[in-house]
């Protein structure tokens, strides 16, 4: 049963900095795509980052890089994405999600409900 959990939200202020944490179960860690995506209301679903763990190739969207780092931590099974210079439109809530390998992280083809409920990011100006 593979479950991803995501967790540190909360608010900030514009310019702030937090770090979100991604606790996973129930599948191979290494052998996995794993990443964050947001949703705000009104808007897409949007791709934020992805690591593989195995080798450390990372993704970063246009918005994040340079602003957002993404890492895991393969003794505890968690990736971590910190994020600084945070801005309004950053605001939505983020979910991590597994697939598996990079092409179909890309695609967003998603391992099926393995993410929970997110964690709300709200940036203030």
């Known amino acids: 049963d593979v479950q991803l959990q995501a967790s540190g939200g909360g608010v900030v202020q514009a310019g702030g900095s937090l770090r979100l944490s991604c606790a996973t179960s129930g599948f191979t860690f290494d052998d996995y795509a794993i990443g964050w995506f947001r949703q705000a209301p009104g808007k897409r679903r949007e791709r934020v980052s992805a690591?593989?763990?195995?080798?450390?190739?990372?993704f970063y969207s246009d918005s994040a890089k340079g602003r957002f780092t993404i890492s895991s931590d393969n003794s505890k099974n968690t990736v971590y994405l910190q994020m600084s210079s945070l801005k309004p439109e950053d605001t939505a809530i983020y979910y991590c999600?597994?697939?598996?390998?990079?092409?179909?992280?890309?695609?967003?083809?998603?391992?099926?409900?393995?993410w929970g409920q997110g964690t709300l990011v709200t940036v203030s100006s």
């Open positions: 999600a597994a697939a598996v390998d990079f092409i179909a992280w890309l695609g967003e083809a998603f391992i099926h409900d393995s």
């Open positions: 690591i593989t763990p195995k080798d450390g190739e990372t």
